[in-house]
């Protein structure tokens, strides 16, 4: 018999992270892209990033008939946070700066970049990146490349390098909840073998 599970974090009710989601506005909408695959994941970070911001919004698939329609907001610049040569880092808003519709794609590597094959007007949006970014507290898979982090992460590190001084540490509560749990769950040792550089 399965687990009850908390409807809102989709967490069993025993570990649910609901009382340490934050509840945070920003002036950048968030739009996040969710490969099928990442929708039932453990470590399903895009999901609590969505749940602890105001002005963001998750939605799960591979091809987004609807793109169009939400990225034609004249009020904000649609932008695809996605690493690469071509890639302006962001940096903070100017005062009479629109702010951006922040499109994050959520999923490893191999099917995010698949995202944008199968959406076209994804892949033709402008792209930003982070210019510098923490190490990331993901402990639990193994970075593809040096700087590679979780989607809550890198959502974390590009709202702050635009809304600076403000901060958005608290999503990553929960996501350290989550991870440290799932060490729990592994034991010390298992986590050592498999886990720690």
């Known amino acids: 018999m399965p687990r009850p599970t908390c409807s809102r974090c989709q967490r069993p009710l025993s570990h649910c992270l609901c009382s340490l989601i934050p509840d945070l ?6 739009l ?7 929708a039932t994941h453990a470590l399903n970070t895009a999901r609590l990033a969505a749940l602890g911001l105001r002005n963001a919004e998750l ?15 004249p009020d904000l610049r649609a932008c695809l946070l ?16 629109k702010p951006l519709l922040l499109v994050v794609p959520d999923g490893t590597w191999r099917k995010a970049r698949k ?4 959406n076209p007007v994804l892949a033709a949006l402008p792209r930003v990146s982070l210019d510098s970014a923490a190490p990331s507290r993901y402990r639990l898979r193994k970075a593809p490349e ?3 982090l979780s989607t809550i992460e890198a959502i974390v590190g590009a709202l702050g ?9 608290a999503l990553l509560r929960p996501f350290d909840a989550l991870i440290d749990g799932q060490i729990a769950a592994m034991g010390q040792d298992v986590f050592t073998r ?4």
């Open 32 to 38: 996040i892209l969710q490969h099928p695959s990442e």
């Open 82 to 97: 996605f690493p690469g040569e071509a890639a302006a880092a962001l940096s903070v808003y100017a005062p009479d700066d």
């Open 59 to 73: 939605r799960v698939g591979e091809v987004f008939d609807e793109l169009p329609q939400l990225l034609a907001q």
């Open 194 to 197: 498999n886990h720690q550089r």
């Open 146 to 148: 040096e700087g590679a």
């Open 115 to 118: 995202l944008l094959h199968l």
């Open 161 to 169: 390098a635009l809304e600076a001084p403000r901060s958005f540490a």
């Open 25 to 30: 506005d920003s002036r950048t909408r968030v």
